[in-house]
T-cell receptor, first 114, second 114 residues
């Protein structure tokens, strides 16, 4: 079975500071990795995904994530955050062979203040 | 930009009552999903649906739950006899294909069972 652990439930940062949201996963088979963002009163929106190839993946809104197979991690980073980045961020995995079920972590609340 | 829509946004029901949650997936998508998020917990996969059949379901998706695509546009989740523990946010999602294809989420239906 697969599982996802998001190590920080809340991350408060100041505007223009860098941020890293941590995600570790556990799986006995190969998976694809995703980061989703949820703004207040909205659905989940894909930020980026890792399928194969380069381990550094760039997504929307200036976010990027690095896949580290040996550490089974997929941490999300942004060099300079904005107030508008305040949201809930979810890491997720799916089996890369005909998988349909996204397995999510508990989420990390990013709070950006001025 | 096409989006997944869900109705109603909020629903309050009495324990033991039947509820139907409705979703309109993105029009050219082939795979449809339901997830739920109990307050303060992870987003959990319930079921995936393709070609008018359930592709995959979780252990949460017991006999009290059913899904249907009654016409060419709607996708519904029925809970036959609601329990207090069914109170959650229910998200519908759709995708073009399996695994690596992005699942696009609706804004959710907040279900409260009293």
């Amino acid at each position: 079975a697969q599982s996802v652990t998001q190590l920080d439930s809340q991350v408060p940062v100041f505007e223009e500071a860098p941020v890293e949201l941590r995600c570790n996963y556990s799986s006995s088979v190969s998976v694809y990795l995703f980061w989703y963002v949820q703004y207040p009163n909205q659905g989940l929106q894909l930020l980026l995904k890792y399928l194969s190839g380069s381990t550094l993946v760039k997504g929307i809104n200036g976010f990027e994530a690095e896949f580290n197979k040996s550490q089974t991690s997929f941490h999300l980073r942004k060099p300079s955050v904005h107030i508008s980045d305040t949201a809930e961020y979810f890491c997720a995995v799916i089996l890369n062979q005909a998988g349909t079920a996204l397995i999510f972590g508990k989420g990390t609340t990013l709070s950006v203040s001025s | 930009e096409p989006e997944v829509t869900q109705t109603p946004s909020h629903q309050v029901t009495q324990m033991g009552q039947e509820v139907i949650l409705r979703c309109v997936p993105i029009s050219n998508h082939l795979y449809f999903y339901w997830y739920r998020q109990i307050l303060g917990q992870k987003v959990e996969f319930l079921v995936s649906f393709y070609n008018n059949e359930i592709s995959e379901k979780s252990e949460i998706f017991d006999d009290q739950f059913s899904v249907e695509r009654p016409d060419g546009s709607n996708f519904t989740l029925k809970i036959r006899s609601t329990k207090l523990e069914d109170s959650a946010m229910y998200f519908c999602a759709s995708s073009l294909g399996l695994a690596e294809e992005t699942q696009y989420f609706g804004p959710g239906t907040r279900l409260l069972v009293l």
